[in-house]
């Protein structure tokens, strides 16, 4: 598949910051968020394992983890990006932090 204009923009948008990929259904998204993330592996500005992909739903967090995992494979050593929705995300950082959040450390996101 041959990246749109705008999908080109963010694929190949510089560091430092986020970039927000807002489309709907059917227009790419995932192919956007996982060829931006190949990209900057594959150009040693960032290390598999120090990328956060946050999206909406569940299919789709599985659906790029595994495309990623797939891109990253042959790459000896290479960590795992992290990937999930919005609530697994920040139910993992208050797991993580719970102590000093005053949360439990069996939250778990639904």
């Known amino acids: 598949m041959n990246p749109t204009g705008e999908q080109q923009r963010i694929i190949g948008a510089p560091l430092p910051g986020p970039h927000l990929v807002d489309a709907g259904a059917g227009t790419g998204k ?4 996982v060829e931006r993330a190949a990209a900057l592996v594959e150009s040693d500005q960032l290390a598999p394992q120090n990328l956060l992909v946050v999206t ?21 050593g290479a960590g795992r990006p992290t990937c999930g929705t919005f609530h697994q995300i920040a139910a993992a950082i208050l797991r993580e932090f719970a102590y000093e959040t005053g949360t439990s450390p069996d939250l778990r996101a639904i």
């Open 30 to 33: 995932t192919f956007t968020l």
């Open 56 to 76: 909406f739903t569940r299919a789709a967090a599985a659906e790029i983890a595994g495309r990623l995992e797939q891109r990253f494979a042959a790459q000896r």
